[in-house]
């Protein structure tokens, strides 16, 4: 193995990150996450004299948007989470290495030559990056938006008490991170998909299926003994960080449950790739 | 690397030890935590029963967790439920997570966790507060000061909400009628416990046994298991999964209704069940307001409630909890012998028969029991 091998230059990284911020797919994949709190915020304004639902209808958090601008962030996390953000990191996920070996050009990134070990971390780290901007971007367009159209103030928490703005979107900012982390798990799954295909719409599909699936399990009532394995299973508990006091302990089992499925599905992943012979 | 390299297959073993790890540690972590057998000084079960008792505790805040398995039969709106009652309802199946505080008698706090909402019970001196954050919703109910028992026995119900309740209603059945022991010492949301176990003389009843932790130090209950007879897992638990003995801070208490909230201060004639109105027609063997007519046939543990239903006074006031009622007995398996006939409501803790004459039969007994004393 040659020198370039072991040296830990930031150059590869720096060239994949690019290469996924520059592809238009990805681009309108980010545009299409940032329009959903966008059409939601102003739906809800056009609707805002709907006095015949009370209270409590619709989804999580909708009936409070038209007070604060700042549950259109959350409601829209809340609606993305179920598909759209999973399908954003599905399209990044599949097309990590099926991607490069559909287009052929798996062969020659591993002549330059880079260790396979080394390729992975590189487009892991690619997809982590799109886990965790996706719900930044998601709840940054949902909080302009909200603003803009309903204006801003003390937050209710879940809890009936109030809290500052600032503190409120400090805590969105860690129910960012927190679906970070969960869509970094999916992420890994995606990655282990992504090497067994040289179709990335295959992983791509897969994973997305696997996450309905999982979300489907998830509301089975006969199958509870079943749930706390789920992916999805501790999604919503992002929910945990708007109670006052915050309960913290409460995110422990949905990290650790996304470490767990990280640890498998990256070492999965490895073992696939660095054993398998690249034909294309 | 090299044996890796020699041989690819052998690589698999890594996301395998992987997955065997993280399956297999969860699994033990939590027969480690469940077996481990603090060494305490012996204690009787009188000395305990005297210690809980006079337990005195300033304050304290922890997570409870509440689980049921009282094998239930599916009924629609309760078991797939989905409305206002979900909450309330998963407390006869399923898991419930609450959040409590305490601080003295009259500064207490129960949040019940929802997914994405909370149902907060906060009561403080005077005041007291039922916030619903899905429906965003208060209720105000002023207590006056001299009724401040009474009002705490009618909030604890008939599903037990904390473990200090729920012990309550253990030790208040407490009588001839059962063998008392203690057990080796056990741990409580990581705290040392002795454990209290009653066991039913009778054999007849269908509660196999009730194991009590009690605290090592502060003596207060830290968690119950019901025992269904010949069962291995608690039907239900109630215990403390963290537990904090400092005093929470008063501003827990404090509730003010947020702007654009749907405030209701009722009567204090109706304001006597706030949260469950449609819990009454289960399990509910303490509901004092019962119409005449009710009587209890048998002793302890496999007594037996006997009530008349009256139809026709819930038609006026709650259509639809009546229409619910309707659709739940429906979906019931129809039951019928030299009694007459019935629905029968069976579970892995109590059975519930109601006759087609109006009659409603309750207890932790084979349904076999409840048909001798229907005929009689």
């Given amino acids: 193995m040659s020198q370039a091998d072991t040296r830990l230059s930031p150059r590869f990284l720096l060239s994949e990150l690019r290469l996924i911020a520059v592809r238009r797919r990805n681009q309108a994949g980010l545009a299409a996450l940032a329009a959903v709190p966008v059409i939601l915020a102003a739906a809800m304004k056009l609707t805002v004299p709907d006095a015949g639902r009370g209270p409590g209808q619709g989804p999580d958090f909708f009936s409070q948007i038209t007070g604060n601008g700042y549950f259109v962030a959350l409601a829209a996390l809340g609606v993305e989470l179920t598909l759209f953000l999973p399908i954003a990191v599905a399209m990044l996920a599949g097309d990590a290495v099926a991607g490069e070996a559909n287009q052929g050009t798996l062969r020659y990134l591993l002549t330059v030559p880079v260790a396979r070990t080394r390729l992975l971390a590189i487009k892991y780290a690619g997809i982590l990056m799109g886990a965790f901007l996706a719900p930044l971007v998601v709840a940054t367009s949902g909080l302009l938006a909200g603003f803009l159209l309903f204006g801003a103030g003390d937050v209710t928490t879940l809890s009936g008490t109030r809290i500052g703005l600032a503190t409120a979107l400090l805590r969105l900012l860690v129910i960012c991170l927190y679906l970070g982390v969960c869509l970094a798990a999916l992420g890994a799954v995606g990655l282990f998909l992504s090497t067994l295909t040289e179709q990335p719409m295959g992983a791509t599909i897969a994973l997305t299926m696997l996450t309905v699936a999982s979300f489907v399990l998830g509301q089975i009532p006969q199958l509870d003994w079943l749930h706390p394995y789920l992916l999805t299973q501790h999604w919503r508990d992002f929910g945990e960080l708007l109670r006052e006091p915050v309960a913290w302990e409460a995110l422990i089992p949905g990290l650790t449950s996304a470490g767990a499925y990280i640890l498998v599905f990256l070492s999965a992943a490895w073992a696939r790739f660095s054993g398998r012979d690249v034909t294309s | ?376």
């Fill in chain 2, 1 to 376: 690397m090299s044996v890796f390299r020699s041989r690819p297959a052998l690589r698999w073993l890594v996301p395998a030890a992987a997955a065997v790890v993280v399956i297999g540690g969860g699994a033990a972590a939590g027969t480690i935590a469940a077996s481990a057998d603090p060494a305490l000084p012996e204690r009787s079960a009188a000395q305990l029963l005297v210690d809980v008792q006079t337990a005195k505790i300033d304050g304290l805040s922890g997570t409870v967790v509440q689980t049921a398995d009282l094998g239930l039969p599916s009924l629609p709106g309760i078991t797939g439920g989905a409305g206002s009652n979900a909450d309330l309802m998963k407390l006869v199946a399923g898991s419930n997570t609450a959040r409590v505080w305490y601080a003295g008698d009259d500064k207490v706090r129960l949040a019940v966790l929802g997914t994405l909402g909370e149902t907060d019970v906060i009561r403080n001196g005077t005041d007291m507060w039922v916030w619903r954050s899905t429906e965003n919703s208060a209720t105000h109910i002023k207590i006056p000061a001299d009724a401040k028992r009474q009002e705490r026995k009618t909030l604890a119900g008939a599903v037990p909400a904390t473990p200090q309740e729920a012990a309550d209603a253990a030790l208040a059945a407490i009588d001839p009628t059962t063998a008392v022991t203690t057990t080796g010492a056990a741990k409580v949301a990581g705290r040392d416990a002795y454990e209290l176990v009653l066991t039913p003389r009778d054999t007849a009843s269908l509660v196999g046994q009730v194991r009590l932790a009690i605290d090592a130090e502060k003596h207060i209950p830290l968690g119950v298991d019901v025992y269904a007879k010949d069962a291995n897992n608690p039907a239900l638990r109630i215990a403390f999964q963290q537990v904090s003995f400092e005093t929470p801070d008063a501003e827990q208490f404090t509730f003010n209704p947020p702007p654009g909230a749907k405030v209701t201060t009722p009567d204090r004639s109706s304001s006597a069940k706030p949260g469950a109105p449609h819990r009454a027609d289960k399990a509910d063997k303490s509901d004092k307001s019962a119409p005449e007519g009710t009587k209890v046939v048998g002793k302890g543990w496999t007594s037996v409630l006997v009530a008349k239903t009256s139809t026709a006074k819930t038609d006026t006031r709650n259509a639809e909890g009546t229409q619910q009622l309707e659709a739940i007995t429906g979906a019931l398996p129809k039951v019928s012998g030299t009694w007459g006939s019935g629905r029968l409501l069976q579970s892995a803790l109590f059975s519930a028969l109601l006759t087609d004459d109006g009659r409603v039969l309750v207890g932790a007994v084979a349904p076999e029991k409840l048909y001798e004393v229907a005929g009689q």
